[in-house]
Structures are given as C-alpha cells and as structure tokens.
C-alpha cells in the first residue's frame, strides 16, 4: 500500500484519515505476524540444529571411545606377537649369544691364522683356565720319543720329569647290549635240569632297557624331541629303531606307569589347597586328517611357600574338551580352596566343600597389558600397589602358616582396603567402556575370592605354581604341533604328571624314570607309593651325590 504525500493527507476528510490508519494498522499487523512466524521457523531449525549437534557430539564421543577401544586391542595383540614377553626376551638374548658365538668364532679363526704364520711373536697369553672336574673318567695316553738315544750325540735318554696337559673330549651317548646268560644244570640222580629264572624286563619280551626306555620318554616330553627325529639321531649311531617301535615302547611304558600316576593323583587331591589350570592341546581327528582342541588339565599341590614339609605333585588329566563336566569330575573327592583363574567351569564347584582362592597375577596382568602399549597414572598406581603386596609375599614365603597369617593381616589387610577404596574412586573418573574400568571391575567382581588368601596362611596370593607346571606343555605343543589321538593325550597327561613330580622334587626325570622303570614289573602294587618321587629322594640323591 502506498502512501500519500504529506499535502495529500491535508486534503482527507477525518473518515478517509480514519480508514486510512486502519489500512496502515492491518499492514504493520500482518508484517508483525509474518515476523513471529519467521522467528518461529528459525528457533525451531535453531533447536532441530542444537539436537542434531547433540546427538552428533554423543556420537562422535562414542566412536572416539570405540576407536581407542580398537587401537588399545590392536596395540595389545601386536605386543602379545611382537612384545618383549619372556619368550621374546629369551629369544633375543638367544640371538645376541649366537652372534657373540660368530664374533668369537671368527677371531678365533683369525687369531689361528696369525699363530699358525708367525707363532712366536703373536702368542697371545691366555687367561688360567678352571681344572677340568675330578669325577670325570680320565684316559691317560703317552706319548714318548721316537727311539730312546739323543738325536745329536746318541747317548741314552733317561726320563727326569714329564709335561702333563689335558683335553677335554665328548663321546657320544652310546648303545650297549645287555646280554642275559642263564647256564643250565642238569642233576647226575634225577636228570633235573636246573636254570635261574629269567630276570624280568620293564617291557615282558621287549628289547628295551630301563635306562633306553627312560631316555626315549624324557627325550619327547622333557626334551620336546619328537620320536620321529629320535629314530633318526640313533640310525646316526649306527642303530636301527624305527618310530613305531619307539611308540610301542612308550605306550607300554604308559600302561606300566599309570598305577604310579594314580598314587601321584590321590596325593595331590588329598590335600586342603589346590593349584588348577588348564591348557588346549591340538589332537589329530580319525578319519579326516585335521585336529581338533583337546585339553590338559593340571592339579599342583604344594604346601613348601606356607612351610609344610608335605610333598609336592603335579596330576594332569587329559579331556576332549573344556567342558565344565571335567574339573567336576576330576575334584569329586577333593576338599579345600582352589586357587584357579575365573574359568566358568569352575564356578559350579565353589559351595560348602571347595571355596575360591583367586589369583592376582591374572588381576594385575590386565592392568600390565595396558599399561605397555599405554600408560597412565591410573595403570602406574594400581602396578605399584600390586606390588606392595607381592613385596608382602615375597617376605613370608616358607615360613609358618601362622606367621603368615598374622602378617597378611597386619600389613596386607590395610593395603587391600585402601586399594579397593582408590579403585573404586578411579573407576567413577573413567569411561565405563574403557580398558583400564575393565581390569578395574575384573578385580573389583571377585574382590572375595582374590583377599581370601589374607585369612589362610596356607594359600598363595596367585596361580603361578599351576602356571609353572603349564610351561613344558607350552614348549611341546611348539615342537610336535599336534597330539596324534585322544590315547597320545592322556600318554603325555602320564608322563607329565611324573616328569613334573619329579622336578618338583629336585629329582633328575631321567633318573626317577629308569629307577622306577627297573622295579616297577616286579613291584607289588599294594606297596605302588614306594615308588613315589618323594619316597625313592634319598635313594636318588645318594647315588647322584656319589656319581658327583
């Protein structure tokens, strides 16, 4: 609408004046609306934006958490493969002897070359060398002129001292038959024929002797030497034993020593503490060709770090699976504290008779995964008070049950208290999706099980001694890839169980083995725990300190 000149309005009457400022009133009414609507519209699209905005930013921070998420798992999986973890730091130092091994070699060489040119001006004095062991067998060669007059004057030689050197030398392990001879008798009244009985053998009619026998087992479960590579180290020496024969030996020698390994299991069970762990085995399928996951399961018994003087023993058990039936089955008749990892399948078998002993090595080794590839405060300070109380352990390790009751009490009762009360604090601070709030609530949901070692003397604060008895299992598995059968698997359960009582002894396997392997035919099995690593110890430590 347009409006009229200033002279124009001097000429309307006061009614036109009137409609007039009613048109402009409409006008300037509907403008305004207009405007209210804009601005409506706008705050509407302001508030769509601000939401929009919002849900972007929750978004945002939720992927940020998720790729750092995926980053810290990454970074842990590249440091479980390419990390410093033992088995890389042995590696290493491994890599770094042998190239010392080729530096020395080569100067060696070197120096050898220069000596064989010039041997008087570049000798080089060496070091005093420590005497060679007195109990070594020695041969005495001597070497004496060629005739017995001087080369110059020709008169007689007369020997007024001598030069005495010695030299170290290996003769390979070697064969020897064993032959049995049993002279006949015949009687000069009634024609009797009269012969001593026939000495028996750990194998009835087989070639191999206990100590052969012995040396087989230890070579592949001790020694990680597979048979078929045994076979081919003794065809070497001149001696023919093919793989088949070797296995026979060795499931014959099983069955022979599977009364022992059922003296070694009531043992272990007949005890109040419990170390349990447990580990895949790969085993070759029948018919197919492929494997399939077995399990070994390990069950340690050792009372010395709480001061007792009971017997250590390990008992494997072997199983086609890791179904929670097994461990149910294994401890049916056992009574105490197990001290295992949070394995579900040994949640059903805490109540009345067997209560959770927990492990902290497995609590803090989540916050030491993160805490290599990424560092905090948070992963410092929980590293820090984990080790106060392994500080704690270290202290009291073998002395009375007693003792080590009123210590914990004391000194890691407070320490744990005070660790609960700071992660609790630190896990309000953090991102419930985070690594580090994991291994926070990991501790914290089995905070019963990990302290109750602070109301026994007798338990440990962790597993390792069940994870120790694991490591030759890890180190066979590397070098024969698979178990050939469900038999193999409870073969090498047999003679883990006895090579790892054994050790846990202080005994040489090799030895224990061909002891027991020589008696064991002939042995009543009533008296079977005669032949027990710890009741055969004195026996074995007489005849190693002789040997000595």
């Not at 018994?301 to 097994?326: I, K, L, N, Q």
């Amino acid at each position: 609408m347009d409006r009229a000149p200033q002279s124009d309005l001097n000429l309307l009457d006061h009614d036109a004046l009137v409609a007039l400022v009613y048109a402009h009133q409409e006008e300037l009414a509907s403008l305004a609306a207009d405007r209210d609507e804009q601005i409506r519209r706008l705050e509407a699209e302001v508030d769509s934006h601000r939401q929009t905005l919002s849900q972007q930013a929750d978004e945002l921070s939720s992927r940020s958490e998720r790729i750092e998420h995926m980053k810290l798992m990454i970074e842990k999986l590249r440091h479980m493969i390419f990390g410093t973890k033992s088995e890389k730091i042995i590696l290493r130092l491994e890599q770094l002897e042998f190239q010392l091994e080729e530096q020395e070699t080569t100067q060696a060489e070197a120096e050898a070359a220069v000596e064989r040119v010039s041997p008087a001006k570049n000798s080089k004095v060496r070091a005093g060398r420590k005497p060679l062991p007195a109990h070594l067998q020695r041969e005495e060669i001597t070497h004496v002129p060629e005739g017995d007059c001087c080369a110059d004057c020709g008169s007689q030689l007369r020997k007024f001292g001598e030069d005495i050197s010695e030299q170290l030398e290996y003769i390979p392990d070697s064969f020897r038959v064993i032959r049995h001879v049993r002279p006949k008798f015949s009687c000069t009244g009634c024609d009797r024929v009269v012969e001593a009985p026939a000495s028996s053998r750990p194998i009835e009619r087989g070639l191999a002797g206990p100590s052969l026998l012995a040396h087989v087992i230890i070579s592949k479960y001790c020694d990680h030497l597979p048979l078929y590579r045994q076979s081919e180290i003794y065809a070497r020496q001149g001696v023919e034993i093919s793989r088949s024969t070797l296995a026979g030996w060795v499931g014959a020698a099983s069955d022979l020593l599977d009364p022992l390994v059922s003296a070694i299991q009531k043992h272990v069970l007949s005890g109040r503490k419990l170390h349990a762990d447990d580990t895949p085995i790969p085993v070759l399928s029948p018919g197919n060709g492929k494997t399939k996951t077995g399990r070994l399961w390990t069950y340690v018994r050792d009372d010395r770090p709480g001061g007792e003087d009971t017997s250590p023993a390990v008992w494997f058990a072997y199983s086609e699976d890791r179904g929670g039936e097994h461990p149910r089955q294994h401890l049916e008749n056992f009574r105490g504290a197990l001290q295992a990892d949070a394995y579900a399948g040994f949640h059903h078998l805490y109540g009345n008779d067997i209560y959770e002993a927990a492990c902290w090595a497995h609590a803090r080794r989540k916050f030491y995964e993160i805490h290599v590839v990424h560092a905090s405060p948070t992963t410092t300070e929980a590293l820090a008070r984990i080790g106060a109380l392994y500080a704690i352990e270290e202290e009291i390790r073998g002395k009375p049950v007693d003792l080590r009751l009123t210590v914990r009490q004391s000194r890691a009762r407070p320490l744990l208290d005070g660790l609960r009360d700071w992660m609790e604090k630190a896990r309000k601070s953090m991102s419930a999706k985070s690594e580090t709030a994991g291994a926070i609530r990991y501790a914290l949901s089995r905070w019963r099980a990990l302290t109750r070692y602070t109301e026994d003397g007798l338990l440990e604060i962790d597993n390792s001694a069940a994870e120790r008895a694991l490591r030759a299992v890890a180190l066979g598995r590397k070098n024969f890839l698979f178990a050939g059968s469900d038999c193999g698997g409870r073969r090498a359960a047999t003679m883990y169980s006895l090579i790892g009582s054994a050790k846990l002894n202080g005994l040489d396997p090799e030895l224990y083995l061909r002891t027991v392997l020589a008696r064991i035919a002939d042995h009543p099995i009533s008296k079977i725990e005669d032949l027990l690593p710890w009741n055969l110890a004195p026996l074995l430590h007489t005849h190693t300190s002789e040997a000595a």
